[in-house]
Each structure stands twice: as C-alpha cells, then as structure tokens.
C-alpha cells in the first residue's frame, strides 16, 4: 500500500490519489459482497476481515491527509536515498556548485552596497511584523487534555560544558526551563571531556525538579584529543598564521578539539544512543520568549531534520580550503547531493564578496550551532560520516579551525532538501553578540523586536535574508502569521 501511494503522489495530485486509495477501499468491500455466500457459516468474519482492512486504509489516508495538508513534500522519517543520479544530472550539479550567485562582472562596491542594503532592509521588515506559533494544526501543547509526556520523541536538551562553567550553565537551564521545559519534561544530557565534579552533578541535580532525567557523561580521549595523523608542526605553523590574521580562539588546542567532537562525534556518544532529536544550549545564553507547543514533537510531524534561529557568516580565514576541499568530496561522492539543496545560499557572493574570495567559492554562511535542533539521524546518515571521515583525512579542524558550524551547515546546504531546515522565529534568543528576537506577545520584552546586534558594524554579517529570498518558500515565510478567523 505504501509503494502504491508513492506511485501515485508521484504521478497524480494529492487530492486524486487519496480519492483514488479510498475508492480502492470501497470496491474491495462491494466485491467481497458479491462473490459471498449469504449462506455461508463464515461470510460475516469474512466481510468483517475486509471491513477492518478498509479502515486501516482509511485511517492511513487520514494521515497522509493531515501530514502533506500541513505542508510537508516528503515522506514521513526521510533523511537520504541514493537517487543514482544519470551522468547529466551529476554535470549540472557539479556546475551550479561551481557558479557563484551573482556573475563575477556584477561584484562591485555599489552594488554590493546595495544588496547589503537591501537585505538588511528585508530583515528588518520581516522582523517588525507580528507573528504567533507556527500556524499548523498538530501543535502539541502541555495544557491541553490529550497531552501525554509519555508520548515524547526521543529527544534531549544537550550541553558540552566544562564544571568552570557552572554559574552561567545554571542561568541557562533556569530560563530554557521557565520558556520551555517545566511544560515538556525532556531529559537533560551533559557531557565533558573531564569528570564532573560532585559539585557541579549536585548543583544542576538540586536545581531541576526531581521527575527530570539528568545524565552526565564524559567524552573519551579518542573523540577529544588532536588525532595521530595529525602533523604537530603543521598544526603549530596553521595556529601561527591563523593568530597573525586575528582569528578568535585560534591558539586554544580545546576550541579545536570542540569543533571536531561537535562536528563529527557527540551523535555517537553512548549516552545518545537512543536519542533521535538533541536541543544543544549553551552556558550564558537568553531566551525570551515562552514556547508552549512541543519543539521536537512539531520536528518530528513537520519532518525537520535541522531547526537553528541565527543565520551568519563565518571568519573565512578560518576554513580557507575547506570549500575547496569539499568539492573534491563532491566530485568522488555526487550521489549524496541533493537536487533541493541550499546551493544558492551556499554561494551567495555579494554582501560579504571578499569571503566568497578567500574561502574560493563559498559564502561562509552557517547556521550558528550554539543553538540547534538537531536530527541524529542525519548526523548518523551515510552521507554525513563519509563527510566527516573525509574532512578528518584533511586535518583542516587543526590546519585551520574548521568550525562545527560551517561544517555542519555545508552537509545541511549539500545534503538536505531544504524544506527540512527550519528557522525557529517564534523563539527569542541572544548568545553574545547577537541575537533573533521576534515581534511576539508571548515574549517578555527583555529584547527589541528585529534587533540583531547592538553594533552597526556587525550587521552586515547576518546570512538570514539571503536563506530567506534563496531558501523558504511563501508559506514558510508566512507560516507564523496568525490566519484570519473567516
């Protein structure tokens, strides 16, 4: 049944192969009718047998009802299948990663000015305007009488912190706790590349309700330490160079060290082995706004596999070949790109030109990972370990400092349909210096509506419109306003 209907969605409207299903349905029954006996001793198991069966049918058309009438093009639970690309299709893939967004002969300072400007103008204005919770129907809310905390995704509130930072961690959970988590009662997971101490297990143990799960863990040497293949005094020549051009925490072995356990091993931590969904937070962080529907549950029905809320450029410095080297990842591995990627917000080359330069053909635009919604099952997916074992053999997390988040965002751009990343408006957020703050009556007036950053100077480094002229659909971009009542 479920290979009839990817036939027929594939073929047919969505409205057609639903009639279709249950007219299916309807025949089987008329049918058993009229070869019965109605003498026969076992015609009312029989057409019983046939009753229970048409309903199953129309219960799973139901479903498919509700689940593509809320938006959704893909099937439930999907992250990739080989699509065995033919020869011209891998061509014309391979060509438009190899194309910049705007033609080089347009890349000026006027008008790169003026696309600057008028993105940031499109920020602003989509920003001032009132939004609401998604506007979906299947919204999961503690308040409501059907809610079941036992029917939760498997799904858990992530931290990789050190015990120094216990006091900014605490004012982090308070907060995810009072906007979210005192409704849902989602387990906390912590991990370290050190034991915790007593005091830091007994603190965050005492400042959460006792019926919240907490786990503590720690991350082993092999996923944390600088590898064997490694080159010590590469890796010391890279720090230098990467020092002299000023880039942030260039000399700090363990920012290395993060950003190559967050790229390509928490997933497979042993305490995550059951989880499918991690909601990573971070010490020092805001949250604003009160979220009174089930994040993961509406990532689970929506079929997202990545939910971020800021939207940047990177240091380009920082991950100099690391576009170049995921071309020649592409090149051996075109199978694992999809057709509905990012491509356009991947090669955006106007508002910051000199990035696209440095970097060799990419944008530098990243999902800022201090906050995401992550699906494991992606991070776990063929196409991303393959990445990941590829970028280790390059040693760029040490040559360089290949960030979590530009890594992460370029399997996301390459390897996901698009429609399965989504922006996170409604949630009011700030990790220093910036911040998504939305026009919302459910937030607390601790942010300015469509502020970004207090610098002016660090405006220009937003990727948001871009994702959003490039990347989302119009009922994506209008999925928060609240409908009309008529």
């Known amino acids: 049944m479920r290979l009839l209907l990817s036939m027929f969605r594939r073929r047919f409207s969505l409205r057609s192969t639903f009639l279709g299903i249950l007219v299916m349905a309807v025949l089987s029954i008329v049918f058993v009718m009229s070869v019965g006996s109605h003498d026969s001793a076992n015609y009312d198991e029989y057409l019983g047998t046939v009753k229970d069966h048409a309903n199953n049918v129309i219960e799973y058309v139901g479903d498919k009802i509700s689940y593509f009438g809320n938006g959704n093009t893909l099937e439930p639970g999907y992250v990739w299948k080989n699509p065995h690309y033919d020869e011209e299709t891998i061509s014309q893939l391979l060509t438009k990663l190899d194309t910049p967004l705007y033609p080089e002969d347009q890349v000026n300072k006027t008008r790169t000015k003026q ?4 993105n940031l103008n499109l920020y602003r204005d989509t920003m001032s305007k009132e939004i609401d919770e998604p506007q979906v129907e299947d919204l999961v809310r503690s308040s409501e009488s059907n809610f079941n905390a036992g029917n939760a995704v498997p799904a858990t509130i992530l931290s990789l912190v050190r015990n120094e ?7 982090s959970i308070k907060q995810i706790e009072e906007k979210f988590n005192a409704k849902f009662n989602y387990p906390y997971t912590f991990l370290n590349d050190e034991e915790f101490s007593e005091e830091f297990k007994e603190v965050i143990i005492h400042l959460l309700p006792s019926e919240r799960e907490v786990r503590f863990g720690k991350i082993s040497e092999e996923d944390w330490n600088i590898p064997e293949s490694v080159d010590k005094e590469k890796y010391k020549q890279g720090v230098e160079l990467l020092d002299s051009e000023d880039v942030s925490y260039a000399k700090m072995e363990s920012y290395h060290n993060m950003c190559r356990f967050y790229s390509r091993s928490f997933y497979r931590h042993p305490l995550l082995k059951d989880i499918k969904y991690t909601w990573r937070l971070e010490p020092g962080v805001k949250f604003y706004c009160d979220i009174d529907y089930d994040i993961f549950k509406f990532m689970a029905d929506h079929n997202k596999i990545y939910g971020y809320v800021l939207n940047l450029y990177d240091s380009p410095q920082s991950i100099k070949s690391l576009w170049k080297d995921t071309r020649e990842f592409l090149q051996k591995n075109s199978d694992y790109i999809n057709e509905q990627g ?13 990035n696209f330069n440095i970097t060799e053909g990419y944008s530098s635009c990243h999902f800022w990972t201090n906050f995401e919604i992550a699906n494991l099952d992606f991070l776990r997916s063929e196409p991303y370990e393959a990445y990941m074992d590829f970028l280790e053999s390059k040693g760029g997390f040490y040559y ?5 988040a530009p890594v992460r965002s370029l399997a996301l751009g390459l390897f996901a349909d698009k429609s399965q990343i989504h ?16 026009n919302s009556a459910k937030c607390d007036n601790r942010c300015t509506p469509g502020s970004f950053t207090p610098w002016d100077n660090l405006e220009i480094e937003n990727c948001q419109a871009t994702w959003m002229k490039y990347s989302m659909t119009d ?11 008529d």
């Open 400 to 404: 360089e400092r290949w960030g979590d």
């Open 115 to 118: 696309i600057y400007l008028d």
């Open 475 to 485: 009922d994506e971009l209008n999925l928060y306003y609240k409908k009309n009542s």
């Open 423 to 438: 922006w996170f408006r409604d949630i009011g957020y700030t990790h220093f210096p910036y911040t998504n703050c939305p």
């Open 165 to 171: 930072d216990l006091k900014e961690l605490v004012q």
């Open 342 to 354: 990012s491509f356009d917000w991947i090669k955006e080359n106007m508002q910051k030109s000199i």
